[in-house]
């Protein structure tokens, strides 16, 4: 039997969703816990109610690596190659003119 670990604290579901689909392109599969608890989210404390994403412990490295280079990159902003527009870090298109992010 498999043992899970919480590995991030996610600020919505939004951002859990995410995160799990990209954990998941990367061969890591991962669960959430919490969600059930945002309909209380007036009621309980804010720390509470944030929903978890959970990996098995013999992925845990991996998918801290994934989610640091995340992390690290939502405050790194980038200049569109097309309309040389600046863009938030998290974004991965240009929010002027629908460009995807390039990597260099």
């Known amino acids: 039997m498999s043992q899970w670990v919480e ?12 995160l799990k689909g990209m954990l998941e392109a990367e061969g890591i599969e991962s669960h959430l816990k919490g969600e059930s608890l945002s309909s209380a989210a007036g009621e309980l404390p804010a720390d509470v ?13 991996k998918a801290r690596k ?12 980038w ?11 998290n974004f991965e ?3 002027n003119c629908s460009a995807e992010r390039v990597e260099k």
């Open 79 to 89: 200049l569109c190659q097309q309309c040389h527009e600046e863009n938030g870090g």
């Open 66 to 77: 994934v989610l640091f280079k995340y992390e690290n990159q939502r405050h790194e902003s």
């Open 49 to 61: 109610v944030a929903v978890t994403l959970w990996v098995e412990s013999r992925l845990e490295d």
């Open 7 to 18: 590995v991030y604290k996610a600020g919505n579901s939004l951002e859990a969703h995410s």
């Open 93 to 95: 298109v240009c929010w």
